[in-house]
């Protein structure tokens, strides 16, 4: 559990709901503090705001892992790839060469039509994709050494 520290603050207001300022150790900058006319009520204001956070993110993530979702990523050539992930693992990137394809194959990922139908066959990667390296890096050095 984190700490949290409680400061009386006292500013020169006349509303002395703000005496108080609680916040959780080693976040002062976050600006995500409870306030209050005491230090009781500035800790549950901090605890209640703790609260909402933790649900919306519950919530944000219980929805999250129940979607299938598509990510399209632009390759260093002009390519685009599409990648769709869901609750059951992860699916082979699909390539395409331009924009228009990459958004044909989403809609028809989606179920959306009328789309023209695809006229060659789909290609994916199952596996380890090899990039060309200009420096290969050891991960023995001692092994790789010359001992003349």
């Given at each position: 559990?984190?700490?949290?520290?409680?400061?009386f603050e006292?500013?020169?207001?006349p509303d002395?709901?703000?005496?108080?300022?609680a916040y959780?150790?080693?976040?002062e900058?976050?600006n995500r503090?409870?306030?209050?006319?005491?230090?009781?009520a500035?800790?549950?204001d901090?605890?209640?705001?703790?609260?909402?956070?933790?649900?919306?993110q519950a919530?944000w993530?219980?929805r999250w892992?129940?979607?299938?979702?598509?990510?399209i990523?632009?390759?260093g050539?002009?390519?685009?790839?599409?990648?769709?992930?869901?609750?059951?693992g992860v699916?082979?990137?699909?390539a395409?060469?331009?924009?228009?394809?990459v958004?044909?194959r989403?809609?028809?990922l989606?179920?959306?039509g009328?789309?023209?139908?695809q006229?060659y066959?789909?290609?994916?990667c199952?596996?380890v994709i090899?990039?060309?390296?200009a420096?290969?890096?050891?991960l023995?050095?001692?092994r790789?050494s010359?001992p003349?």
């Amino acid at each position: 559990m984190k700490n949290i520290r409680i400061v009386f603050e006292y500013p020169r207001i006349p509303d002395r709901n703000h005496d108080y300022r609680a916040y959780f150790d080693g976040e002062e900058e976050l600006n995500r503090c409870g306030w209050g006319a005491s230090p009781e009520a500035a800790l549950g204001d901090l605890l209640g705001q703790e609260d909402d956070i933790s649900g919306i993110q519950a919530d944000w993530n219980a929805r999250w892992r129940n979607k299938r979702r598509w990510i399209i990523v632009e390759e260093g050539d002009g390519s685009y790839s599409i990648h769709e992930h869901s609750k059951n693992g992860v699916a082979p990137p699909t390539a395409k060469p331009g924009k228009r394809e990459v958004a044909a194959r989403l809609l028809q990922l989606l179920g959306i039509g009328p789309v023209a139908p695809q006229d060659y066959p789909e290609e994916v990667c199952v596996g380890v994709i090899e990039r060309e390296s200009a420096e290969v890096l050891s991960l023995n050095p001692a092994r790789d050494s010359d001992p003349a």
